[in-house]
T-cell receptor, first 114, second 115 residues
Framework: NAGVTQTPKFQVLKTGQSMTLQCAQD?????MYWYRQDPGMGLRLIYY???????DKGEVPNGYNVSRSTTEDFPLRLLSAAPSQTSVYFC?????????????FGDGTRLSIL | AQTVTQSQPEMSVQEAETVTLSCTYD???????LFWYKQPPSRQMILVIR??????QNATENRFSVNFQKAAKSFSLKISDSQLGDAAMYFC????????????FGQGTRLTINP
């Protein structure tokens, strides 16, 4: 019963490096999401995907890129890491459409940019 | 655009007592859901309770209940018989019922349970 799986759980990068945070879900949900959580703040939406092959920007998309080539996977790419991207990143998935269902969250990835 | 505000950064309660966490929101959607999520130190985001805005009846889940005041755009969470395992960050969130599901979260309230 995996649900939403995020890898890695922790990562340290140097400024300017690029990397991909992986997210996979096994619930056949059509929608997937990436959030970031900064200290003292709630989660903020970076990007989301309502179906395979589609993506849309959320509240804080700058410096990130996503793709949705399969229903199961929704990787988040940091193009050129900056210290301001130090955060905890959460992936989520849900069934949406006629009646939106609650989102299921992964366990998060703690990312530090030096 | 939606906004969610939690005005209590921290709250504490004695074990077995009742505590209420506050949340106000603003949305242009006519139909929407409101949520309370719990985030323990393990960092998981756990759904506590969901309220459908078109329903008058307040949602309840065991020891957790909400006081939903649609006209005032208020959505508070009441935890009865508080237990040590209830200690966590609690986030209020708002989401449209249909279409693109863009959860908007409040800043969170850190709840401490005193034994």
């Amino acid at each position: 019963n995996a649900g939403v799986t995020q890898t890695p759980k922790f990562q340290v990068l140097k400024t300017g490096q690029s990397m991909t945070l992986q997210c996979a879900q096994d619930m056949n949900h059509n929608s997937m999401y990436w959030y970031r959580q900064d200290p003292g703040m709630g989660l903020r939406l970076i990007y989301y995907s309502a179906s395979e092959g589609t993506t849309d920007k959320g509240e804080v998309p700058n410096g990130y890129n996503v793709s949705r080539s399969t229903t199961e996977d929704f990787p988040l790419r940091l193009l050129s890491a900056a210290p301001s991207q130090t955060s905890v990143y959460f992936c989520a998935s849900s069934s949406t459409g006629e009646s939106n269902q609650p989102q299921h969250f992964g366990d998060g990835t703690r990312l530090s940019i030096l | 655009a939606q906004t969610v505000t939690q005005s209590q950064p921290e709250m504490s309660v004695q074990e077995a007592e009742t505590v209420t966490l506050s949340c106000t929101y603003d949305t242009s959607e006519s139909d929407y859901y409101l949520f309370w999520y719990k985030q323990p130190p393990s960092r998981q985001m756990i759904l506590v309770i969901r309220q459908e805005a078109y329903k008058q009846q307040n949602a309840t889940e065991n020891r957790f209940s909400v006081n939903f005041q649609k006209a005032a755009k208020s959505f508070s969470l009441k935890i009865s018989d508080s237990q040590l395992g209830d200690a966590a960050m609690y986030f209020c969130a708002c989401d449209p019922i249909q279409g693109a599901q863009k959860l908007v979260f409040g800043q969170g309230t850190r709840l401490t349970i005193n034994p």
